[in-house]
């Protein structure tokens, strides 16, 4: 579906399809996979003894397709603006040497502003003020699930939905490189909320990732002790700022 070629209402139909499946998909399959099966057929490490109820799943499915409506609408907006000549998006092959090298680097700038962004905005809504309107519906979720991936109250969803289409008007970004950082940023979600660490043991505990990168192991912390690990791919900011409650 070539979605440059349509209507900006048009676009935003799509779109809402896309993020909508795409999440039924990737989560489904993962929670099949964790949660559907044998824990003696996995090759994963369950993180709590936690066992989430049918009604909380029901609700991080139903939060998170309001979630594919809010997140549709800056998408079609930027959509609409690149075919007007307004964004800073490009596309097309990358020929030279320091095209290649804008291309790591952009993603690089792209991931640290939204994880900056993400780590203070979730930080934020955890403030009592703020809390009840934004951010109570996804921690109804003590132990979430693949499910909870994408389960925003609407409020946080606005917030979080405009940032990378808004830094995309300014910074010049590859089409590609969108692409790519949705699909980090998708698998990111929903191995995080996983309920069980995937990522090998070696690599939590004594490796170089564990250390760095934000896992299912780091931020399933945040939900059942409910303080700390703001992050979203880093621990940077957690580390920084003295909100780091992983300990690996």
Known sequence: MDLTQLSIWH???ALVVIIALRYVV???????????????????VKLTNLTPKAKIIRHEITLS????????????????LWNEGGTALYSGPVTSAAGWVYI????????????????WTHRA??????????????????????????????????ISAWFLPALALFIPVHVGVVLILLTIMTLNAVL?????????????HKGWWGRHMITATHHNLHHT????????????????MGTDRNGV
């Not at 397709?65 to 609409?80: E, K, Q, T």
């Not at 680097?105 to 962004?117: E, K, P, R």
Request: proline share 6%; aromatic share 20%.
């Open 26 to 44: 990737i989560a489904g399959l993962l929670d099949f996979m964790l949660w559907r099966r044998p824990a003696q057929k996995l090759r994963a």
């Open 104 to 119: 790591f680097l952009s993603g690089a700038i792209y991931l640290f502003a939204h994880d900056t962004y993400f780590y």
């Open 125 to 158: 809504m955890h403030h009592p003020k703020l809390y009840r309107m934004t951010h109570a519906g996804h921690h109804k979720s003590k132990q979430p699930t693949p499910w909870a991936s994408f389960s925003f109250d609407p409020a946080e969803a606005v």
């Open 65 to 80: 397709l309001i979630s594919s409506f809010i997140y549709a609408a800056p998408g079609a907006v930027l959509i609409h």
């Open 11 to 13: 676009s935003y139909a």
């Open 192 to 204: 995080n909320h996983a309920g069980w660490e995937l990522y090998p043991q070696s690599w939590i």
């Open 225 to 240: 002790k409910f303080t700390g690990n703001y992050g979203l791919y880093f621990r940077f900011w957690d580390k920084l």
